[in-house]
C-alpha cells in the first residue's frame, strides 16, 4: 500500500509562489496533482512519469512546474504567479503505470489527503 502525505500549502497573495510537496512512503510510478476548488470538481494539474516526461492543464502551464526527486520518493510542484483560480484543495496522486501523464483521475491508484492553497487578490 502506498502512503502519499501532501505539505507546503498555505495562503498567499495574488502573484506569489509556493511549492507543495508529496512524499511516498515507498518507490512509485507516475504521479500527479489534481485540485478541487469549491462547488467544483477534481480536476488534472501536472503529471510526470517516471522518466521525467510531463504534462500540464492549460490553466496553469508556464506558471506551474512538476518535478521529481526519486531517490526520496518525492514529487513537487512549483506554483508562481498565483491566481485566485488557483485556490483549491491540491491533491497529490500515484499511477501503477511507469509512463502515464494523462489526466484520467481512474488511472491514479493511490491519494494523498490534500493540501489546501488560498489565494487571496
Known amino acids: 500500500q502506498v502512503q502519499l502525505a501532501e505539505s507546503g500549502g498555505g495562503l498567499v497573495l495574488a502573484g506569489d509562489s509556493l511549492r507543495l510537496s508529496c512524499a511516498a512512503s515507498v518507490r512509485t510510478s507516475s504521479r500527479g496533482w489534481f485540485r478541487q476548488a469549491p462547488g467544483k470538481e477534481r480536476e488534472f494539474v501536472a503529471a510526470?512519469?517516471?522518466?521525467?516526461?510531463?504534462n500540464y492543464a492549460d490553466a496553469v502551464k508556464g506558471r506551474f512546474t512538476i518535478s521529481r526527486d526519486n531517490t526520496a520518493n518525492t514529487v513537487y510542484l512549483q506554483m508562481n504567479n498565483l491566481k485566485p483560480e488557483d485556490t483549491a484543495v491540491y491533491y497529490c496522486?500515484?499511477?501503477?503505470?511507469?509512463?502515464?501523464?494523462?489526466?484520467?483521475?481512474?488511472?491514479?491508484?493511490?491519494w494523498g489527503q490534500g493540501t489546501q492553497v488560498t489565494v487571496s487578490s
Open positions: 510526470i512519469s517516471n522518466f521525467g516526461i510531463t
Open positions: 496522486s500515484a499511477a501503477g503505470a511507469t509512463y502515464y501523464t494523462g489526466s484520467n483521475q481512474g488511472r491514479y491508484d493511490y
